[in-house]
């Protein structure tokens, strides 16, 4: 079965500061990968994607993350932080040999952006 | 911009009771999906729906929970006799297809409470 792991249940970085929030997949072949944010009280919304095109996806409000096939990982990053950057953010993943469009999700880092 | 809404946001019901979930998809969008997400823990997959019909479900969707499509904009999660450990935040989500880029959004979520 499909699955990631975000390590890091919390992360704190002081405004301006690097963003890195790690995720790692298990799969046998290489899955479709999605970093999704959630502001309180809000829904789950799609920072980035990743679906076997590019490795280095580019994502909205400045993030990025880099499918590693031989690393198994999909990190996201932005250069500089920012307070509005304060939120929940999910790795996820979906199945991309057996066309299961169902996401698996991690279990969540918390990011917290120090004035 | 488009986007899933659900009601309410929060839902207080007794143990036993039987609650309904309200989605409303985005209306071009075919494909449907819950998600749950118990405090502290993971967004997990409960079910997904096409054409009128399940198409996938995960082994949390037994026979308490049902869903269906009452009319063409209604997207529905009925829990037929809610248990203590059924409280948790429920999260609509649609796509308009099945395509590699086609993206899943997310609702708010309702937070249901089983006293």
């Known amino acids: 079965a499909q699955s990631v792991t975000q390590l890091g249940s919390h992360v704190s970085v002081s405004e301006g500061a690097l963003v890195l929030l790690r995720c790692n997949y298990s799969s046998s072949v290489p899955p479709y990968l999605f970093w999704y944010v959630q502001y309180p009280n809000q829904g789950l919304q799609l920072l980035l994607k990743y679906t076997s095109a590019a490795t280095l996806v580019k994502g909205i409000n400045g993030f990025e993350a880099e499918f590693k096939k031989s690393e198994t990982s999909f990190h996201l990053t932005k250069p500089s932080a920012h307070m509005s950057d304060a939120a929940e953010y999910f790795c996820a993943v979906s199945d991309a040999n057996t066309g299961r469009r169902a996401l698996t999700f991690g279990s969540g880092t918390r990011l917290q952006v120090q004035p | 911009e488009p986007e899933v809404t659900q009601t309410p946001s929060h839902q207080v019901t007794q143990m036993g009771q039987e609650v309904i979930l309200r989605c409303v998809p985005i209306s071009n969008h075919l494909y449907f999906y819950w998600y749950r997400q118990i405090l502290g823990q993971k967004v997990e997959f409960l079910v997904s729906f096409y054409n009128n019909e399940i198409s996938e479900k995960s082994e949390i969707f037994d026979d308490q929970f049902s869903v269906e499509r009452p009319d063409g904009s209604n997207f529905t999660l009925k829990i037929r006799s809610t248990k203590l450990e059924d409280s948790a935040m429920y999260f609509c989500?649609?796509?308009?297809?099945?395509?590699?880029?086609?993206?899943?959004?997310f609702g708010p979520g309702t937070r249901l409470t089983v006293l």
């Open positions: 989500a649609s796509r308009v297809g099945q395509g590699l880029t086609d993206t899943q959004y």
